[in-house]
Antibody, heavy 123, light 107 residues
Framework: QMQLLQSGAVLKRPGASVRVSCEAS????????MNWVRQATGQGLEWMGW????????GYAQRFQGRLIMTGNSSISTAYMELSSLTSEDTAIYYC????????????????WGQGTTVTVSS | DIQLTQSPSSLSASVGDRVTISCRAS??????LNWFQQKPGKAPKLLIY???NLQSGVPSRFSGSGSVTDFTLTITSLQPEDFATYYC?????????FGQGTKLEIK
């Protein structure tokens, strides 16, 4: 059974950084990209970026440039998303989602999703 | 960035009804348009990929159509478990933008 298991909820202070992990099982981790999507309470879905878990190539949405880093460790089938300089506007549920195509076409869409990690930013 | 506009933003319907949700892209995306269903407290679930392909395990009452810039998700014979929020998303390029969502409620 293909699955993405994310790390647990966290509370962070403004200005801090957060790292969320996403462990894959049931499929070949190295054969797919990993996307990250977030959702503020009561709001829609916001795509943050993608990464190639083998090469480390990554692409980030413009609004996160400079404070978002995506990494991966193929030996443990785990992807990571680190967001720095947190503000209250970063309070959201963060999802990892399997994808393909890198910065180009993804015919099959994001078909496997993690359960989500709640990140709360508050003083 | 490619903008996706869904309509309507919300929709009330009854069990057994047929509903359609539209998604318009600000530029051509060929057929690289996906549809997701999200229920409260849950991760999104892929329903349709590449405009018209039914994801494995998704009931056949869900269907998708369209190409270039205009797309439609159709649900025939609504079931109680179909009341949720639906999002379109383009996978033609990055950033992989989403529509704003359509909330389907019970009438």
């Amino acid at each position: 059974q293909m699955q993405l298991l994310q790390s647990g909820a966290v509370l962070k202070r403004p200005g801090a950084s957060v790292r969320v992990s996403c462990e894959a099982s049931g499929y070949s981790f190295s054969s797919y990209d990993m996307n990250w999507v977030r959702q503020a309470t009561g709001q829609g879905l916001e795509w943050m970026g993608w990464m190639n878990v083998v090469s480390g190539d990554a692409g980030y949405a413009q609004r996160f440039q400079g404070r978002l880093i995506m990494t991966g460790n193929s030996s443990i089938s785990t992807a990571y998303m680190e967001l720095s300089s947190l503000t209250s506007e970063d309070t959201a549920i963060y999802y990892c989602a399997r994808g393909r195509g890198g910065a180009f076409v993804d015919f099959f869409g994001m078909d496997v999703w993690g359960q989500g990690t709640t990140v709360t930013v508050s003083s | 960035d490619i903008q996706l506009t869904q309509s309507p933003s919300s929709l009330s319907a009854s069990v057994g009804d047929r509903v359609t949700i539209s998604c318009r892209a600000s530029q051509h995306i060929n057929n690289f348009l996906n549809w997701f269903q999200q229920k409260p407290g849950k991760a999104p679930k892929l329903l349709i990929y590449a405009a018209s392909n039914l994801q494995s395990g998704v009931p056949s009452r869900f269907s998708g159509s369209g190409s270039v810039t205009d797309f439609t998700l159709t649900i025939t014979s609504l079931q109680p478990e179909d009341f949720a929020t639906y999002y379109c998303q383009q996978s033609y390029n990055t950033p992989r933008t989403f529509g704003q969502g359509t909330k389907l409620e019970i009438k």
